[in-house]
C-alpha cells in the first residue's frame, strides 16, 4: 500500500519478534536446510475439507461452530476493509469489500439455515446496512471528516436497536431486544476503535481492538446458535456445550485467529507498513494462547515440543515475507525449506497422541496446505493483486477449521482443565460511546 519502506534492520527483526513468543515453550531457530524447497503453488480451495469436516450443518454443534466461524471471520474482514480508507489503496478496499460481501453470504446462509429463509433474508437487510455504515464511517476518518463521522455513528446507534428486534423476533423472545442491540453495539464500537486507533497510529490499540472483536463474535455466535437449537423444554442438546465440542470451538477461534494475523503481519512486512510489528505482537499473544491450550490439552512436555514446532514454522513463514520484501530468492527458498521440516516434526508430535483414532498425517497435510496459502498470498500482496490475495486469504481462514476440527479428534480425550473452551469473553468493553 501507499507507505513507506522500513529499514532492513527492522524488517529481518520481525521475525525474531514472532519467535520469541514461543520462548517459553523452548523455541529454537528455523533449520535452513531440509527436504526440498516446496514452491507456493497449492490451490486455494480449502482443500482440506475433502478429507476432513464436512461442511454440511447436520446437527446443533455444527450450527454452533459454523455461526462462530463466519461471525469470526467478519470482524476480522470488516476491520480490515476498514483499514483500506486509511492507506489510501482503492485497489485494496474494492478486494476487501468482495470478501465481505462473500462473507455476508455465508452469515445469511447460516441464518436462513438456524431460523428460516424469511429470517435470513431480513437478516441480509439490516446486516448490509451496519456494513456500509461502518464503512462510511471509515472514509470519513480517512478524510478527516468529523461531521461525516458524526452521521454514520448516529445512523449506527439507531440500527443497533433495530437489529436487537429483528433477532428478538427470529428466536421467538429467547434472546432479549435489548441483550442483542447491547451485543452489536459492543461489535460496532469495536469496529470504531480498531479504525481510529489505526488512524491515529496507534497499532497496538488497533491490534488490540481487532482482538478483542473476534473474541467476542464467538460469544454472541455461540448465543445465537444456542437460541435456534434449543429444545421446547428450554435445554440445549447435550452435546451442543460437551467438552469435545468446547475444545473443537476453541481450537478453531484460535486457530483461525492465527491465519487471520500471519496475514496481517506478513502483508504489512512486504508492504514495509508501520503496522508490522504491533501485527507481530498481536500474532505472538495468539501465539501464547495457543501453547496455553497445548498445554491444558497435552500436558507440559507436549506442549513444548508442540511450542518449538510451531515457532519455527511461524519463524520461516515471516522469514519468507522478509525474502519478498527484500527480493531475495535465497532468503526465500531458505524459508521454504523450512517449511518443509514442519509437517515431519509435528507429525512425529500428534501420531502418539491420537492413541491411532485419527491419522496425524491428516493434520500435516492439511498444515502444510496452511503453509502454502501463507507463502501465496503474501507473495499475491506484494505484487499489488490484491483479488488473489483476499481469495488465498479467505481459503485460508476457512482451512483452519476443518483443521481444528481434526485437531480436536487427534487431541480426543486428553483435553485438560486449561484447554480452550471456546467463545471466551473478553470483557473489552465495546459498547462504551465515542
Known amino acids: 500500500m501507499t507507505t513507506t519502506r522500513r529499514p532492513q534492520w527492522w524488517v529481518a527483526g520481525a521475525a525474531t519478534l ?61 476491520i480490515r476493509l476498514m483499514r483500506g480508507p486509511v492507506d489510501n489503496e482503492p485497489t485494496f478496499v474494492a478486494a476487501a469489500q468482495g470478501a465481505l460481501d462473500r462473507n455476508t453470504d455465508e452469515l445469511v446462509d447460516a441464518v436462513g439455515h438456524a431460523y428460516g429463509s424469511d429470517a435470513g433474508t431480513q437478516f441480509r437487510s439490516l446486516w448490509e446496512e451496519h456494513v456500509r455504515l461502518l464503512h462510511e464511517y471509515s472514509e470519513a476518518v480517512a478524510d478527516q471528516d468529523q461531521a461525516g463521522m458524526d452521521k454514520a455513528m448516529s445512523a449506527l446507534d439507531a440500527y443497533a436497536d433495530r437489529y436487537g428486534q429483528l433477532i428478538a423476533t427470529a428466536t421467538g423472545g429467547k434472546l432479549s431486544a435489548d441483550a442483542v442491540a447491547a451485543g452489536v453495539a459492543e461489535h460496532i464500537h469495536h469496529m470504531i476503535r480498531a479504525t481510529d486507533a489505526y488512524a491515529a497510529g496507534d497499532f497496538r490499540g488497533a491490534f488490540r481492538f481487532q482482538r478483542e472483536a473476534y473474541a467476542a463474535m464467538f460469544s454472541t455466535a455461540k448465543s445465537l446458535a444456542g437460541a435456534a437449537v434449543t429444545r421446547a423444554n428450554g435445554e440445549l442438546p447435550v452435546a451442543f456445550d460437551s467438552p469435545v465440542e468446547n475444545l473443537r470451538s476453541g481450537l478453531g477461534q484460535l486457530l483461525g485467529e492465527h491465519v487471520e494475523l500471519a496475514f496481517d503481519a506478513t502483508r504489512a512486512i512486504v508492504a514495509g507498513q508501520p503496522a508490522a510489528e504491533a501485527a507481530a505482537q498481536a500474532l505472538n499473544e495468539n501465539t501464547q494462547d495457543i501453547l496455553t491450550a497445548m498445554q491444558g490439552a497435552v500436558g507440559d512436555k507436549a506442549s513444548a515440543a508442540f511450542g518449538r514446532v510451531w515457532a519455527a514454522h511461524i519463524n520461516a513463514l515471516v522469514a519468507f515475507s522478509v525474502g519478498v520484501a527484500d527480493d531475495d530468492d535465497q532468503a526465500q527458498a531458505a524459508a521454504r525449506a523450512g517449511l518443509d521440516d514442519f509437517p515431519g516434526k509435528l507429525s512425529a508430535l500428534l501420531a502418539p497422541l491420537s492413541q491411532g483414532n485419527v491419522a496425524a498425517q491428516t493434520v500435516v497435510a492439511a498444515l502444510r496446505e496452511h503453509d502454502q496459502q501463507l507463502l501465496q498470498q503474501v507473495t499475491a500482496y506484494a505484487a499489488k493483486d490484491y483479488g488473489t490475495s483476499h481469495d488465498l486469504a479467505y481459503a485460508g481462514y476457512d482451512h483452519m477449521f476443518a483443521i481444528a476440527t481434526t485437531l480436536a479428534d487427534v487431541l480426543g480425550g486428553q483435553a485438560g482443565g486449561t484447554a480452550p473452551r471456546g467463545g471466551a469473553d473478553t470483557g473489552g468493553g465495546g459498547a462504551a460511546r465515542r
Open 18 to 78: 514472532l519467535l520469541c513468543a514461543a520462548c517459553a515453550g523452548g523455541a529454537q531457530e528455523v533449520r535452513s536446510a531440509g527436504s526440498s524447497s516446496t514452491s507456493p503453488t497449492a490451490s486455494a480451495s480449502g482443500g482440506a475439507h475433502d478429507h476432513m469436516a464436512s461442511e454440511d450443518p447436520a446437527g446443533p454443534t455444527d450450527v454452533r461452530l459454523r455461526m462462530e466461524q463466519v461471525l469470526g471471520h467478519h470482524a476480522v474482514l470488516m
